[in-house]
């Protein structure tokens, strides 16, 4: 099951800044993201879906991405953010590695439109040094959430592989 108590995410949250969990789901893989604020929790969600797709440490920072995204609703906006990236993933064979958010009005209210700006560090493919772990073939709306839980961001996500 994808939803976990909010004693175990109380308990898991103390003393940290911001983090996920891989959760098995049938068929999918999904995370439960959080993080201190928008920024952060959109940080974290878009390495934890990198590092489902490859192991990042061995990524080096050769190439920074600006990427932009835009909806009129705003909790679709880190499914569109997460779709982005692996969408560069897909047709420029980049893997990426660390995040930095520019700009956001999630928090903005009567908005016709939300958007984020963040650059994307990392380089492309090499098969020879990266190893491939899961193939994503969708960021998926299924259990998906964001809201804020007291102190802290959070969010959970369903990748179709």
Not at 55 to 70: C, G, L, S, Y
Not at 79 to 89: C, N
Not at 108 to 115: G, L, R, W
Request: net charge negative.
């Amino acid at each position: 099951m994808l939803l976990m108590s909010p004693e175990w995410f109380d308990k898991k949250m103390q003393n940290m800044s911001s983090g996920y969990k891989i959760i098995d789901h049938t068929g999918d893989v999904g995370l439960k993201i959080w993080g201190t604020d928008i920024p952060e929790l959109f940080c974290e969600a878009a390495q934890a879906m990198c590092s489902l797709i490859i192991e990042n440490k061995a990524i080096q920072n050769e190439r920074v991405f600006d990427i932009r995204v835009e909806t009129t609703d705003k909790n679709e906006l880190l499914l569109k953010w997460l779709r982005e990236i692996l969408f560069i993933f897909e047709t420029e064979k980049v893997v990426f590695s660390q995040f930095q958010i520019e700009s956001n009005n999630f928090h903005e209210t009567d908005v016709p439109t939300y958007f984020l700006e963040a650059k994307a560090y990392g380089e492309v493919l090499d098969v020879a040094r990266h190893e491939i772990c899961k193939e994503i073939k969708a960021v998926t709306r299924h259990h998906f959430y964001i809201k804020k839980n007291g102190e802290w961001w959070e969010s959970a996500v369903l990748f179709d592989i």
